[in-house]
Protein backbone atom coordinates (compact mmCIF):
# COMPACT_ATOMS: atom_id res chain seq x y z
CA UNK A 1 0.00 0.00 0.00
CA UNK A 2 2.64 2.26 0.96
CA UNK A 3 4.60 1.34 -2.04
CA UNK A 4 2.21 2.28 -4.44
CA UNK A 5 1.01 5.39 -2.30
CA UNK A 6 4.66 6.46 -2.88
CA UNK A 7 4.72 5.71 -6.80
CA UNK A 8 1.48 7.85 -7.26
CA UNK A 9 3.02 10.54 -5.23
CA UNK A 10 6.43 10.13 -7.77
CA UNK A 11 4.03 10.14 -10.94
CA UNK A 12 2.05 13.42 -9.67
CA UNK A 13 5.64 14.64 -9.10
CA UNK A 14 6.84 13.88 -12.59
CA UNK A 15 3.57 15.16 -13.76
CA UNK A 16 3.88 18.84 -12.21
CA UNK A 17 7.72 19.10 -13.18
CA UNK A 18 6.20 17.35 -16.82
CA UNK A 19 3.76 20.67 -17.00
CA UNK A 20 6.16 23.04 -15.37
CA UNK A 21 7.70 22.81 -18.66
CA UNK A 22 5.48 23.23 -20.92
CA UNK A 23 6.03 26.10 -23.69
CA UNK A 24 5.59 29.41 -22.51
CA UNK A 25 1.92 30.47 -23.78
CA UNK A 26 3.34 34.20 -25.86
CA UNK A 27 0.92 36.07 -27.16
CA UNK A 28 2.74 38.96 -29.40
CA UNK A 29 0.90 42.33 -30.52
CA UNK A 30 2.89 42.31 -33.98
CA UNK A 31 5.09 40.20 -36.35
CA UNK A 32 7.97 41.99 -35.32
CA UNK A 33 8.57 41.21 -31.82
CA UNK A 34 7.18 37.68 -32.22
CA UNK A 35 9.60 36.59 -34.93
CA UNK A 36 11.96 37.84 -32.08
CA UNK A 37 10.48 36.26 -29.13
CA UNK A 38 10.65 32.96 -30.96
CA UNK A 39 14.18 33.60 -31.99
CA UNK A 40 15.22 34.10 -28.52
CA UNK A 41 12.82 31.77 -26.56
CA UNK A 42 13.04 28.49 -28.95
CA UNK A 43 11.25 25.63 -27.72
CA UNK A 44 10.49 27.36 -24.39
CA UNK A 45 7.77 29.39 -26.26
CA UNK A 46 4.81 29.03 -28.22
CA UNK A 47 4.22 32.25 -29.50
CA UNK A 48 0.81 33.70 -31.48
CA UNK A 49 0.44 37.00 -33.22
CA UNK A 50 -2.29 39.16 -33.07
CA UNK A 51 -1.57 41.73 -36.12
CA UNK A 52 -0.48 40.17 -39.61
CA UNK A 53 2.10 41.59 -41.15
CA UNK A 54 0.51 43.59 -44.36
CA UNK A 55 -1.41 45.46 -42.14
CA UNK A 56 -1.87 49.15 -40.83
CA UNK A 57 -0.32 48.39 -37.17
CA UNK A 58 -2.46 52.36 -36.25
CA UNK A 59 -5.66 49.93 -37.37
CA UNK A 60 -5.53 46.29 -36.91
CA UNK A 61 -9.27 45.40 -36.42
CA UNK A 62 -10.59 43.35 -33.48
CA UNK A 63 -11.34 39.72 -34.25
CA UNK A 64 -13.18 37.95 -30.73
CA UNK A 65 -10.49 35.17 -31.53
CA UNK A 66 -7.39 37.83 -30.19
CA UNK A 67 -9.15 37.93 -26.71
CA UNK A 68 -9.46 34.17 -26.50
CA UNK A 69 -5.81 33.87 -27.20
CA UNK A 70 -5.04 36.98 -24.53
CA UNK A 71 -6.66 35.41 -21.73
CA UNK A 72 -5.26 32.37 -22.25
CA UNK A 73 -1.53 33.70 -22.18
CA UNK A 74 1.29 33.35 -20.04
CA UNK A 75 3.27 36.43 -21.45
CA UNK A 76 2.17 39.33 -23.57
CA UNK A 77 5.02 40.94 -26.06
CA UNK A 78 3.80 44.44 -27.13
CA UNK A 79 6.37 47.03 -29.37
CA UNK A 80 5.59 49.68 -27.23
CA UNK A 81 5.39 53.65 -27.49
CA UNK A 82 1.20 53.55 -27.84
CA UNK A 83 1.60 51.42 -31.47
CA UNK A 84 -1.10 49.18 -30.94
CA UNK A 85 -3.33 51.59 -29.35
CA UNK A 86 -5.90 50.68 -32.10
CA UNK A 87 -6.60 47.21 -30.60
CA UNK A 88 -4.77 46.28 -27.36
CA UNK A 89 -6.46 48.80 -24.55
CA UNK A 90 -9.91 47.05 -25.64
CA UNK A 91 -8.15 43.98 -26.21
CA UNK A 92 -7.27 43.77 -22.48
CA UNK A 93 -9.97 45.34 -21.06
CA UNK A 94 -12.12 41.94 -21.84
CA UNK A 95 -9.67 39.70 -21.17
CA UNK A 96 -9.64 38.97 -18.17
CA UNK A 97 -6.13 38.22 -17.47
CA UNK A 98 -4.50 40.69 -15.11
CA UNK A 99 -1.21 39.55 -15.26
CA UNK A 100 -0.23 40.49 -18.76
CA UNK A 101 -1.88 44.48 -18.39
CA UNK A 102 1.30 46.65 -18.25
CA UNK A 103 1.55 46.55 -14.00
CA UNK A 104 0.78 42.72 -14.55
CA UNK A 105 4.41 41.31 -14.14
CA UNK A 106 4.22 39.41 -17.48
CA UNK A 107 3.84 42.66 -20.06
CA UNK A 108 6.98 42.90 -21.69
CA UNK A 109 7.64 46.63 -23.25
CA UNK A 110 10.03 45.45 -26.13
CA UNK A 111 10.62 49.61 -26.56
CA UNK A 112 11.58 50.17 -23.02
CA UNK A 113 15.44 50.21 -24.41
CA UNK A 114 14.84 52.56 -27.45
CA UNK A 115 15.39 56.58 -27.10
CA UNK A 116 11.71 57.79 -29.24
CA UNK A 117 12.40 59.87 -31.86
CA UNK A 118 9.74 62.88 -32.99
CA UNK A 119 8.33 63.01 -29.01
CA UNK A 120 5.78 65.62 -29.35
CA UNK A 121 6.32 68.80 -27.38
CA UNK A 122 2.09 68.73 -26.54
CA UNK A 123 -0.40 66.13 -26.75
CA UNK A 124 -2.58 65.93 -29.54
CA UNK A 125 -4.11 62.72 -30.01
CA UNK A 126 -7.67 64.25 -30.30
CA UNK A 127 -6.07 66.18 -33.62
CA UNK A 128 -5.39 62.67 -34.94
CA UNK A 129 -2.37 62.24 -33.85
CA UNK A 130 -1.16 58.44 -33.71
CA UNK A 131 2.18 59.29 -32.41
CA UNK A 132 1.89 60.69 -29.14
CA UNK A 133 4.83 59.50 -27.16
CA UNK A 134 7.41 59.67 -30.08
CA UNK A 135 7.16 57.95 -33.05
CA UNK A 136 6.78 54.31 -32.63
CA UNK A 137 7.95 52.51 -36.05
CA UNK A 138 11.47 52.08 -33.86
CA UNK A 139 11.75 48.21 -35.65
CA UNK A 140 12.60 49.30 -39.06
CA UNK A 141 16.18 50.49 -37.86
CA UNK A 142 17.39 46.73 -36.81
CA UNK A 143 19.90 48.36 -34.52
CA UNK A 144 17.19 49.66 -32.30
CA UNK A 145 15.87 46.22 -33.36
CA UNK A 146 18.85 44.46 -31.01
CA UNK A 147 17.41 46.88 -28.58
CA UNK A 148 14.26 45.49 -28.62
CA UNK A 149 15.63 41.77 -28.69
CA UNK A 150 17.04 42.65 -25.47
CA UNK A 151 13.87 43.83 -23.68
CA UNK A 152 11.84 40.69 -25.05
CA UNK A 153 14.76 38.63 -23.69
CA UNK A 154 15.27 40.32 -20.12
CA UNK A 155 11.12 40.23 -20.15
CA UNK A 156 10.94 36.45 -20.31
CA UNK A 157 13.86 35.76 -17.92
CA UNK A 158 11.32 37.62 -15.48
CA UNK A 159 8.15 36.10 -16.14
CA UNK A 160 10.19 32.32 -16.45
CA UNK A 161 13.22 32.60 -14.41
CA UNK A 162 14.49 28.56 -14.96
CA UNK A 163 14.76 29.57 -18.96
CA UNK A 164 16.57 32.60 -17.75
CA UNK A 165 20.04 30.82 -19.39
CA UNK A 166 18.17 29.61 -22.54
CA UNK A 167 16.55 33.40 -23.08
CA UNK A 168 20.55 34.61 -22.56
CA UNK A 169 21.88 31.98 -25.38
CA UNK A 170 18.75 32.59 -27.37
CA UNK A 171 19.63 36.12 -27.58
CA UNK A 172 23.60 35.66 -27.89
CA UNK A 173 22.25 33.79 -31.50
CA UNK A 174 19.86 36.28 -32.34
CA UNK A 175 22.56 39.11 -31.75
CA UNK A 176 24.92 37.68 -33.65
CA UNK A 177 22.82 36.64 -36.62
CA UNK A 178 21.76 40.65 -36.46
CA UNK A 179 25.01 41.93 -36.39
CA UNK A 180 26.28 39.94 -38.86
CA UNK A 181 23.21 41.22 -40.98
CA UNK A 182 23.91 44.75 -39.70
CA UNK A 183 27.25 45.24 -41.92
CA UNK A 184 25.87 43.73 -44.45
CA UNK A 185 23.08 46.35 -44.76
CA UNK A 186 25.57 49.21 -44.27
CA UNK A 187 26.82 48.19 -46.88
CA UNK A 188 23.62 47.76 -49.41
CA UNK A 189 22.10 50.88 -48.13
CA UNK A 190 25.21 53.09 -48.25
CA UNK A 191 23.40 55.00 -51.84
CA UNK A 192 20.38 55.90 -49.49
CA UNK A 193 22.79 58.36 -47.81
CA UNK A 194 21.35 62.18 -48.29
CA UNK A 195 18.54 60.53 -50.95
CA UNK A 196 15.72 62.73 -50.82
CA UNK A 197 12.29 60.86 -50.24
CA UNK A 198 8.37 61.00 -49.11
CA UNK A 199 6.89 58.55 -47.46
CA UNK A 200 3.05 57.77 -47.35
CA UNK A 201 2.74 57.61 -42.93
CA UNK A 202 5.53 58.89 -41.02
CA UNK A 203 7.22 55.69 -39.97
CA UNK A 204 10.77 55.88 -41.20
CA UNK A 205 12.23 57.92 -38.84
CA UNK A 206 14.34 55.54 -37.56
CA UNK A 207 15.72 54.02 -40.79
CA UNK A 208 16.52 58.13 -42.12
CA UNK A 209 18.58 58.19 -38.77
CA UNK A 210 20.52 55.18 -39.56
CA UNK A 211 21.08 55.33 -42.76
CA UNK A 212 20.40 58.71 -43.95
CA UNK A 213 17.35 58.68 -45.70
CA UNK A 214 16.45 63.11 -45.98
CA UNK A 215 12.86 62.69 -45.56
CA UNK A 216 11.37 65.67 -47.01
CA UNK A 217 7.39 65.13 -46.44
CA UNK A 218 4.50 62.50 -46.01
CA UNK A 219 1.44 61.63 -48.41
CA UNK A 220 -0.27 62.12 -45.01
CA UNK A 221 -1.01 65.26 -43.92
CA UNK A 222 0.07 64.19 -40.58
CA UNK A 223 0.08 60.62 -38.94
CA UNK A 224 -3.05 58.91 -38.92
CA UNK A 225 -4.81 62.00 -41.15
CA UNK A 226 -5.31 61.75 -44.46
CA UNK A 227 -4.18 63.66 -47.20
CA UNK A 228 -5.64 66.73 -48.36
CA UNK A 229 -6.10 68.14 -52.12
CA UNK A 230 -4.06 71.45 -50.62
CA UNK A 231 -1.53 68.74 -48.71
CA UNK A 232 -0.59 67.50 -51.65
CA UNK A 233 -0.37 70.26 -54.04
CA UNK A 234 1.54 71.63 -51.26
CA UNK A 235 4.37 68.39 -50.99
CA UNK A 236 4.33 68.18 -54.93
CA UNK A 237 5.24 71.88 -55.37
CA UNK A 238 8.03 70.66 -52.49
CA UNK A 239 9.51 67.44 -54.51
CA UNK A 240 9.75 69.77 -57.19
CA UNK A 241 11.53 72.20 -55.84
CA UNK A 242 13.52 69.49 -53.78
CA UNK A 243 13.87 67.24 -57.00
CA UNK A 244 12.92 64.46 -54.79
CA UNK A 245 12.70 61.27 -56.75
CA UNK A 246 11.86 58.60 -54.43
CA UNK A 247 7.93 57.76 -52.85
CA UNK A 248 8.37 55.36 -50.26
CA UNK A 249 4.67 53.44 -49.95
CA UNK A 250 3.89 51.02 -46.97
CA UNK A 251 2.47 47.87 -48.52
CA UNK A 252 -1.05 48.95 -45.82
CA UNK A 253 -1.33 52.22 -47.39
CA UNK A 254 -2.77 52.58 -51.12
CA UNK A 255 -1.02 52.67 -53.97
CA UNK A 256 -2.92 54.78 -56.60
CA UNK A 257 -2.70 58.11 -54.86
CA UNK A 258 1.56 57.55 -53.72
CA UNK A 259 1.91 56.80 -57.81
CA UNK A 260 0.19 59.71 -59.04
CA UNK A 261 2.39 61.51 -56.50
CA UNK A 262 5.47 59.88 -58.21
CA UNK A 263 3.95 60.10 -61.38
CA UNK A 264 3.66 64.19 -60.87
CA UNK A 265 7.09 64.83 -60.08
CA UNK A 266 9.12 62.00 -61.82
CA UNK A 267 9.79 60.16 -58.97
CA UNK A 268 9.63 56.07 -58.62
CA UNK A 269 7.81 54.25 -55.66
CA UNK A 270 8.93 51.93 -53.52
CA UNK A 271 7.01 49.79 -51.56
CA UNK A 272 8.66 48.18 -48.42
CA UNK A 273 6.44 47.36 -44.67
CA UNK A 274 6.34 48.78 -41.43
CA UNK A 275 6.35 44.81 -40.45
CA UNK A 276 7.48 41.88 -40.96
CA UNK A 277 5.25 39.44 -43.28
CA UNK A 278 3.58 42.33 -45.19
CA UNK A 279 6.05 41.76 -48.32
CA UNK A 280 6.22 38.52 -49.65
CA UNK A 281 9.21 36.36 -48.69
CA UNK A 282 10.18 38.64 -45.96
CA UNK A 283 8.27 36.57 -42.86
CA UNK A 284 11.15 36.83 -40.32
CA UNK A 285 12.64 40.13 -38.88
CA UNK A 286 15.74 39.85 -41.08
CA UNK A 287 13.90 39.51 -44.22
CA UNK A 288 11.75 41.93 -43.72
CA UNK A 289 14.68 44.65 -43.16
CA UNK A 290 16.54 43.21 -45.79
CA UNK A 291 13.31 43.47 -48.24
CA UNK A 292 12.93 46.84 -47.43
CA UNK A 293 16.53 48.04 -47.97
CA UNK A 294 16.45 46.54 -50.96
CA UNK A 295 13.22 47.95 -52.20
CA UNK A 296 14.38 51.22 -51.13
CA UNK A 297 17.88 51.06 -53.47
CA UNK A 298 16.69 49.64 -56.06
CA UNK A 299 13.80 52.61 -56.48
CA UNK A 300 16.79 55.34 -56.18
CA UNK A 301 17.20 57.08 -59.96
CA UNK A 302 21.07 56.28 -59.90
CA UNK A 303 19.57 52.62 -59.28
CA UNK A 304 20.90 50.16 -57.19
CA UNK A 305 21.59 46.27 -58.73
CA UNK A 306 18.39 45.72 -61.20
ZN1 LIG B 1 2.61 55.43 -37.26
Given at each position: ????????????M?????????????V?????????????????????T????S?D????P?K?????????????????L???????????????N?????E????????????????P???????G??????????????V?????????????A???????????????????L???????????????RG???V???Q??AY????????L???I??K?????????L??????M????V??????????M????????RT????A??????G???????????I?????????????????
Open positions: MASRLASLVLALFAVAGSAHAALRVATLPDVADMARQIGGARVDVTIAEGQPHKVVPSFVTKLNRADVLVVQGGLEHAFLPGLLEVANPKILPGGAYIDASIHVQPLEVTSMNRSQELHPLGNPHISLDPRGKLMARAIAEGLRVDPAGAPAYQAGLARFEALDRKIAEWERLAAPLAKASYHDLVADRYGLDVGTETPGVPATPAHEELVDTKREQKLVIREVAYEPLAQTVADGARVTISTMAGLPGAESYVDFEANLTALVQALPEGGPR
